[in-house]
């Protein structure tokens, strides 16, 4: 049933965010990411994920992939989002796993057209990386 749920849960926000679901190889790891509005969760799933569905906050959702074998592998994230102005912000990740499934959630609260740059730490022993993107969030 949680694999249904976490398919739910990224193939809603594949599907409706203007932003589909990104890759980026960081080592010996492929690493997954999206950022989208969190209304695009069902009532449901933001309260199993303890996710709130206001029109101005965004998830973050990243895993974390051994790219030779393609198997989850559970890492330690911590980052900030920089709007333009130069004001920054902790993201916060809780782990979530399902079965041979980990990602890790974040939210951020975010105005209309507003323009965050991500820098998220990944590390897992003596590897760490940067993941670094952008993205712009827009209030529906």
């Given at each position: 049933?949680?694999?249904?749920?976490?398919?739910?849960l990224?193939?809603?926000?594949?599907?409706?965010?203007?932003?589909?679901?990104?890759?980026?190889?960081?080592?010996?790891?492929?690493v997954?990411?999206?950022?989208?509005?969190?209304?695009?969760?069902?009532?449901?799933?933001?309260?199993q994920?303890?996710?709130?569905?206001?029109?101005?906050?965004a998830?973050?959702?990243?895993?974390?992939?051994?790219?030779?074998?393609?198997?989850?592998?559970?890492?330690?994230?911590?980052?900030?989002?920089?709007d333009?102005?130069?004001?920054?912000?902790?993201?916060?990740f809780?782990?979530?796993?399902?079965?041979?499934?980990?990602?890790?959630?974040?939210?951020?609260?975010?105005?209309?057209?507003?323009?965050?740059?991500?820098?998220?730490?990944?590390?897992?022993?003596?590897?760490?990386?940067?993941?670094?993107?952008d993205?712009?969030?827009?209030?529906?």
């Amino acid at each position: 049933m949680k694999h249904i749920i976490t398919a739910l849960l990224l193939g809603l926000a594949i599907s409706f965010s203007a932003v589909a679901e990104q890759k980026k190889q960081l080592g010996n790891w492929d690493v997954h990411y999206i950022a989208f509005p969190a209304p695009l969760l069902t009532p449901e799933i933001a309260l199993q994920y303890q996710l709130q569905r206001s029109k101005y906050n965004a998830v973050i959702n990243i895993s974390v992939l051994d790219k030779n074998s393609q198997q989850a592998q559970k890492v330690v994230l911590s980052g900030t989002a920089k709007d333009l102005q130069g004001r920054q912000r902790k993201l916060e990740f809780t782990e979530v796993v399902e079965g041979n499934a980990v990602y890790y959630l974040a939210q951020l609260p975010f105005y209309n057209e507003q323009r965050f740059s991500f820098a998220i730490t990944v590390a897992s022993g003596n590897e760490s990386q940067l993941l670094q993107f952008d993205q712009t969030f827009y209030v529906d």
